[in-house]
């Protein structure tokens, strides 16, 4: 769960810095436009780790075939993971991901409640010109909108008329714009995605452009920009008492909005039709683009690959069957292995090739080895040493950390229940391990073939010796 949103995040991060830029290079700034852009932003980021699994684009390689059976590795991956006890191991970083949201959701959770009660006892007042509920509470000081409703504190009888004119169209212009609900899907998604500055930074952004839209609602009503920043100011000194409501004059933003109004500024033009469609016309397709997957990247052809190193004219061969979960296997790579690739990979003697003869749990071990041959390049070997040489703890906890290590292997979250499912990869890898059984006879993990010498063990000597024997042969 961790690694997808964090892939969500750092890729909303790159749309918002995108769109950040298209929106300096604009030679006029327009705050209305601003804010619908914004919110589609926010909209995409929400959306970002469903993008990641749905949309894919081709890059130049053979595309993931379409899995005959889907229930194949996934299910079986689980249950195996599970049945290793890989459930009970204490993810400390998930752990600290769910507290920090858990306190920005109940933060959020008790403002709610707390505002919906300090409101419950507000009274109707009627207002003839307002198209918007107004309610009169005597538990405020200062006026709020909260959801569809205006409330103003008790004395807002005796306010002068322009007071009452400038708030009601300040407020209900919060109202007729949806700020309430905006700010709340901010909120959400700074709870949920909580580690990235993006979270942060687009509750303030939505919140500053909510108010100088509302502050030029309030300026049309009353026509003098230094007569709004006399009302802000008024009630900027009382306290709302409301977190959840939008409040007319918050101080945090109080002093960039009257040098706003003091300049006289021009009104933002009206979004038509045709600006809001060009403007999803451009984010929509950002959007998509920023959570699509280059199935190049983890993707396999659509037949099977040898996971092949080393000099491709060398005279001898060396195969090797091994188990992911065979710890034979793991102390051969983690002992021996070293050696053999710098005397005789390294130095172009020998070609090596790794196939897989999964062993007990067989379906972790037949997972392990498909992921490694949905690695492009020389991945998918290094990919098998990271898992040998860490195998107790993958064996743990498998769930997380082959998630982990996939994506180090340059696997998405979304590649990787797709990579398990691939019934190519399937159906040659188990051609594969039925030859071994019945053509080669292999009954044991780790087995190697120099050529057609058979040796078996995790001991270096014996390999060491029928290398050399089959170098000499060549010659």
């Known amino acids: 769960m961790l690694a997808v949103l964090f892939e969500a995040a750092v890729r909303s991060l790159a749309l918002a810095a995108l769109v950040g830029v298209g929106l300096y290079l604009l030679p006029r700034r327009n705050p209305r436009a601003e804010f619908v852009v914004w919110t589609g932003v926010l909209g995409a980021s929400l959306a970002m780790p469903f993008l990641m699994g749905v949309i894919s684009l081709p890059s130049g390689a053979i595309p993931l075939a379409a899995p005959a059976q889907p229930e194949f590795a996934v299910a079986e991956f689980n249950a195996a993971a599970n049945a290793l006890g890989g459930t009970r191991a204490v993810d400390w970083l998930l752990v600290g991901y769910l507290a920090g949201a858990a306190v920005l959701l109940a933060r959020w959770g008790l403002g709610l409640f707390l505002t919906r009660r300090l409101l ?27 959801a569809g409703t205006i409330f103003v504190p008790a004395d807002y009888a005796a306010w002068p008329a322009a007071t009452r004119s400038a708030v009601l169209a300040h407020e209900g212009d919060h109202i007729a714009r949806g700020d309430f609900y905006v700010l709340t899907f901010a909120l959400l998604h700074r709870a949920v995605f909580w580690f990235s500055p993006l979270s942060w930074w687009i509750v303030r952004r939505l919140t500053g452009l909510a108010e100088v839209l509302s502050d030029e609602a309030a300026l049309a009503a009353l026509g003098n920009g230094r007569a709004v920043v006399a009302v802000l100011r008024d009630f ?31 009104p933002s033009k009206p979004l038509h039709a045709k600006t809001l469609a060009a403007i999803a016309g451009i984010l929509l397709p ?28 060398a005279k001898v061969t060396v195969v090797e069957y091994a188990s992911m979960t065979c710890p034979h296997c793991a102390r051969f790579y983690t002992d021996s292995f070293p050696k053999l ?11 090596f090739v790794f196939r897989d003869l999964p062993t007990a749990p067989r379906e972790l071990a037949f997972a392990a080895a498909q ?7 020389d991945r998918g070997l290094k990919l098998i040493e990271m898992m040998y040489k860490n195998q107790q703890d993958w064996m743990q906890n498998p769930q997380v950390t082959l998630r982990g290590y996939a994506q180090l292997a340059g696997i998405t979250p979304g590649e990787f229940d797709s990579c398990l499912k691939n019934e190519n990869i399937y159906t040659a890898m188990n051609k594969s391990i039925d030859q071994a059984s019945t053509v080669y006879k292999v009954e044991s993990t780790p087995t190697f073939f120099v050529g057609e010498t058979k040796v078996s063990g995790e001991d270096y000597a014996p390999l060491q010796k029928a290398i050399d024997q089959a170098l000499a042969a060549a010659k």
């Open 341 to 351: 690739k710098k005397d005789y990979i390294d130095t172009g003697k020998i070609r």
């Open 236 to 266: 900027a000194v009382r306290n709302a008492d409301a977190p959840a409501a939008l409040a007319m004059a918050r101080p945090a933003t109080l002093r960039a909005r009257v040098e706003r109004l003091l300049s006289d500024p021009e």
């Open 120 to 146: 419950a006892d507000a009274e109707p007042v009627v207002e003839t010109g307002c198209p918007y509920p107004v309610r009169r509470s005597s538990a405020l000081t200062a006026p709020v909108s909260f």
């Open 371 to 377: 992921l490694a041959r949905c690695a492009t390049g």
């Open 286 to 313: 950002l959007a998509m683009l920023a959570g699509a997957s280059m199935t190049a990247r983890a993707d396999v052809a659509a037949t099977y690959q040898e996971l092949v190193e080393g000099n491709p004219k």
